[in-house]
């Protein structure tokens, strides 16, 4: 069974990304949306565990809420997939179950 | 695909009521059917006719009730939640003797199992919170 992962808090304030990460299992999607698009941007001190992470487990951001708080697809790290909200409803199909770490 | 969305936090907070109604139009959009959105804890704020937010700020709880009308979406606020908060239909002002109501149009005060029935008949559950 497949799980998408939706992450809301911004690594610097709440560790729910790292809870997210311990569970997330080969196969599975994590989903960045609001503050939790800071996990997306390069050169920060998440760059790497993210970076590690990517190896089972694909990465997505959700764009408006990137561009929201005045950041582009530039900044953000090799490899995660950028998505609109029309996007994030096919990943909640794509996947089996959705799994918000709030 | 059957959604049921499930909101956890109030409007104004910090983003959570506005990424529900987002994701709820999209998958509106996409041709999806969203059955049921179950408003929890402090989400039930989203249910008060009563706000006046300024006007070139976006109404939320007009929002979905707009939504609700538009694409038949059962909109239920969890009655103990509701209670706690202040937030009241005509029946449950006058089953706790109080002097108003402020549930919004479209919106309904039911219990937990509404989410869990949601949860049977639909194919997924997103939830939205703090």
């Not at chain 2, 907070?13 to 999209?26: G, K, L, P």
């Not at chain 2, 969203?34 to 989400?43: A, I, K, M, N, P």
Request: aromatic share 10%.
């Amino acid at each position: 069974m497949s799980i998408l992962h939706t992450v809301n808090k911004s690594p610097f304030e709440k560790n729910n990304l790292e809870s997210c990460l311990r569970y997330a299992k080969l196969g599975s999607a994590v989903l960045l949306i609001e503050d939790g698009i800071y996990a997306a941007l390069k050169d920060t001190r998440f760059e790497k565990e993210v970076a590690t992470a990517m190896k089972d487990v694909s990465f997505y951001c959700l764009e408006p809420d990137l561009k929201a708080r005045g950041f582009s697809a530039a900044k953000i790290i090799d490899g995660i997939k950028m998505v609109d909200y029309a996007g994030f409803v096919d990943l909640t199909i794509k996947y089996d179950k959705v799994q918000a770490w709030l | 695909m059957k959604f049921v969305i499930q909101v956890n936090e109030g409007p104004y907070q910090h983003q959570t009521a506005d990424s529900a109604y987002q994701f709820t139009r999209a998958a509106l959009v996409r041709g999806h059917e969203v059955l049921r959105v179950f408003f929890y804890h402090d989400g039930v704020n989203n249910g008060t006719r009563l706000a006046s937010p300024p006007q070139d700020d976006r109404n939320v709880a007009k929002r979905w009730s707009a939504l609700a009308t538009e694409h038949d979406i059962d909109l239920v606020v969890c009655v103990a939640a509701a209670q706690r908060r202040g937030i009241l239909d005509e029946s449950e002002m006058k089953r706790l003797g109080k002097d108003a109501h402020n549930l919004a149009p479209g919106f309904r005060i039911s219990g937990l199992g509404q989410l869990i029935e949601g949860v049977v008949f639909s194919d997924r559950l997103v939830v939205f919170g703090d």
